[in-house]
């Protein structure tokens, strides 16, 4: 069987992509050049109100990035289009294409249904008006559906963590020596220093920042919303305790933290798993207390809305925090959880620890961030409205202050998962929290780092793929800020 090239039947683009990519650079070039000494385009004011400006060297730079951008983009979606279309024919472009038909199917669809309701949908629909917020949007379900179908075994060629004998540190599109019957033929971004499937291991790495990055934000916050809401609205003894607290964890450096945090020995005495134990405590206290300021005037109404609340979020509590039927289970001593006919789920130690990790380091900047937000605004006149009007403290917090901090924090947030992102990667490199085997980008950059300067292939993918999610997390944060500012 023959080895795959990167475009196989498809060469023909090659030529036309570099010239527009020739083209893009030194449009590039040249406006950055032309903004700095060339004089601004004269604009004049017509008699009739209508204005106008004179075509000089920038705006037909402006014309010369516009189009040049267009012809990239137009070039990478035929390769795409075409990929799909021929498969191996079109080399290993073609062949990743096809294999990742799901998630294009995904976006389209995604894309297509909210362009045609975006009016209907708030802050999200707003944010197809803003071209970086869509770009980074595409970035983000890209990796999101990635690891979702990912994990379905959808889009892998191979098992990331099976070695196939011949093919340790082999070139991308290298076929398999004998492959068996049903077995994907190609090792289509080549192997690693273990003989395991580069692309593979790249797509169930994206199923890992999916399940820890997204979540363990999302506790952070609720941490950080139900401590700052009141102290922010409340102040004096409460908010300086809680602020001291904050800046203690804060004035710590964060990775040495995190590495205190996963290191075997801290983990072999329970301490993470305490943790867990009372930081996720933080979403039942949030919603419990959001639901009964909301509801408090309607008791019919409340009282089995908040059984049924806390009887599921419970349940999912508890089935977080046990392992096998125990919270603690070391060789000293152990604490009872959940039985293990109801315990729903078991989260892995490595990803446990790591989760609780995350969470910690990020509530007190959380924290800080709404408390200064309910400072500000719990003077408005609404908050004295809402006052006057004899609502509660925790009504007033909940359900007047923090939605007219959604902005902020809505940006905050997705800054805050490409943080993580970042973390996540940077444990894994070290080799801390997750299993050495594991796929994780941090873990794959790191073994594909010690033989960097002969093989190339077993790094690049991952390191990309971080790149380009971290990217995309901070492109849709700007279109956010872009669309919030102008509510």
Same mark, same amino acid.
């Given at each position: 069987m023959e080895p795959l090239t990167w475009t196989g039947s498809i060469a023909f683009l090659n030529p036309?992509?570099?010239?527009?990519?020739? @083209?893009?650079?030194?449009?590039?070039? %040249?406006?950055?050049?032309?903004?700095?000494?060339?004089?601004?385009?004269?604009?004049?004011? +017509?008699?009739?109100?209508?204005? *106008?400006?004179?075509?000089?060297?920038?705006?037909?730079? +402006?014309?010369?990035?516009?189009?040049?951008?267009?012809?990239?983009?137009?070039?990478?979606?035929?390769?795409?289009?075409?990929?799909?279309?021929?498969? *191996?024919? @079109?080399?290993?472009?073609?062949?990743?294409?096809?294999?990742?038909?799901?998630?294009?199917?995904?976006?389209?669809?995604? =894309?297509?249904?909210?362009?045609?309701?975006?009016?209907?949908?708030?802050?999200?629909?707003?944010?197809?008006?803003?071209?970086?917020?869509?770009?980074?949007? $595409?970035?983000?379900? =890209?990796?999101?559906?990635? $690891?979702? =179908?990912?994990?379905?075994?959808?889009?892998?060629?191979?098992? /990331?963590?099976?070695?196939?004998?011949?093919?340790? +540190?082999?070139? /991308?599109?290298?076929?398999?020596?004998?492959?068996?019957?049903?077995?994907?033929?190609?090792?289509?971004?080549?192997?690693?220093?273990?003989?395991?499937?580069?692309?593979?291991?790249?797509?169930?790495?994206?199923?890992?920042?999916?399940?820890? @990055? /997204?979540?363990?934000?999302?506790?952070?916050?609720?941490?950080?919303i139900t401590l700052g809401l009141p102290a922010g609205y409340y102040g004096g003894r409460l908010d300086t305790f809680l602020s001291f607290l904050a800046n203690l964890i804060l004035a710590f450096p964060v990775i040495l933290l995190f590495y205190l945090l996963v290191t075997p020995e801290i983990v072999a005495t329970g301490v993470p798993n305490y943790m867990a134990a009372v930081l996720f405590v933080f979403p039942i206290l949030f919603l419990t207390v959001l639901l009964n300021s909301r509801y408090y005037t309607r008791p019919s109404f409340r009282t089995p809305l908040l059984i049924g609340v806390l009887g599921v979020t419970v349940w999912l509590y508890l089935s977080l925090i046990s392992t096998n039927g125990y919270v603690i289970n070391t060789d000293d001593y152990s604490i009872w959880g959940l039985p293990t006919y109801l315990d729903l789920f078991d989260v892995p130690g490595g990803i446990l620890v790591v989760f609780v990790s995350v969470v910690f380091v990020n509530s007190p900047t959380v924290f800080r961030i709404v408390r200064g937000l309910a400072l500000d605004i719990k003077t408005r006149d609404y908050v004295a409205a809402a006052q006057t009007r004899g609502e509660g403290p925790w009504y007033i917090m909940l359900w007047e202050i923090l939605p007219n901090a959604r902005g902020p924090l %809505?940006?905050?947030?997705?800054?805050?998962?490409?943080?993580?992102?970042?973390?996540? $990667?940077?444990?894994?490199?070290?080799?801390?929290?997750?299993?050495?085997?594991?796929?994780?980008?941090?873990? *794959? %950059?790191?073994?594909g780092r010690k033989l960097l300067s002969i093989y190339l292939h077993p790094a690049l993918p991952p390191a990309f793929a971080l790149l380009s999610l971290v990217l995309g997390l901070n492109l849709l944060a700007d279109g956010l800020r872009e669309e919030s500012l102008k509510d």
């Amino acid at each position: 069987m023959e080895p795959l090239t990167w475009t196989g039947s498809i060469a023909f683009l090659n030529p036309l992509l570099m010239v527009a990519l020739a @083209a893009l650079i030194l449009s590039i070039v %040249i406006w950055i050049v032309g903004s700095i000494f060339l004089p601004e385009d004269q604009v004049t004011v +017509n008699p009739d109100g209508t204005i *106008t400006s004179s075509s000089g060297v920038r705006n037909l730079t +402006n014309l010369a990035l516009r189009y040049s951008f267009v012809a990239c983009v137009a070039l990478a979606v035929g390769y795409l289009v075409l990929g799909i279309v021929m498969g *191996t024919s @079109a080399g290993i472009v073609g062949a990743i294409s096809q294999q990742f038909l799901p998630v294009w199917m995904a976006l389209v669809i995604m =894309f297509a249904m909210s362009i045609a309701y975006k009016r209907r949908l708030g802050l999200y629909g707003k944010l197809y008006d803003s071209p970086i917020g869509m770009i980074g949007f $595409g970035l983000v379900m =890209f990796w999101v559906f990635t $690891g979702i =179908f990912g994990a379905l075994d959808l889009i892998v060629t191979q098992d /990331p963590l099976a070695q196939v004998s011949g093919m340790k +540190n082999k070139v /991308p599109g290298t076929p398999l020596p004998s492959p068996e019957d049903g077995q994907y033929a190609w090792y289509l971004l080549g192997g690693d220093n273990l003989a395991r499937d580069v692309f593979s291991r790249m797509v169930k790495g994206a199923w890992i920042v999916v399940q820890i @990055a /997204p979540l363990a934000t999302m506790f952070a916050f609720m941490v950080g919303i139900t401590l700052g809401l009141p102290a922010g609205y409340y102040g004096g003894r409460l908010d300086t305790f809680l602020s001291f607290l904050a800046n203690l964890i804060l004035a710590f450096p964060v990775i040495l933290l995190f590495y205190l945090l996963v290191t075997p020995e801290i983990v072999a005495t329970g301490v993470p798993n305490y943790m867990a134990a009372v930081l996720f405590v933080f979403p039942i206290l949030f919603l419990t207390v959001l639901l009964n300021s909301r509801y408090y005037t309607r008791p019919s109404f409340r009282t089995p809305l908040l059984i049924g609340v806390l009887g599921v979020t419970v349940w999912l509590y508890l089935s977080l925090i046990s392992t096998n039927g125990y919270v603690i289970n070391t060789d000293d001593y152990s604490i009872w959880g959940l039985p293990t006919y109801l315990d729903l789920f078991d989260v892995p130690g490595g990803i446990l620890v790591v989760f609780v990790s995350v969470v910690f380091v990020n509530s007190p900047t959380v924290f800080r961030i709404v408390r200064g937000l309910a400072l500000d605004i719990k003077t408005r006149d609404y908050v004295a409205a809402a006052q006057t009007r004899g609502e509660g403290p925790w009504y007033i917090m909940l359900w007047e202050i923090l939605p007219n901090a959604r902005g902020p924090l %809505i940006v905050d947030f997705c800054l805050r998962i490409g943080y993580t992102t970042i973390l996540l $990667g940077t444990l894994g490199f070290f080799g801390l929290g997750l299993p050495p085997e594991s796929p994780d980008w941090g873990s *794959t %950059i790191n073994e594909g780092r010690k033989l960097l300067s002969i093989y190339l292939h077993p790094a690049l993918p991952p390191a990309f793929a971080l790149l380009s999610l971290v990217l995309g997390l901070n492109l849709l944060a700007d279109g956010l800020r872009e669309e919030s500012l102008k509510d």
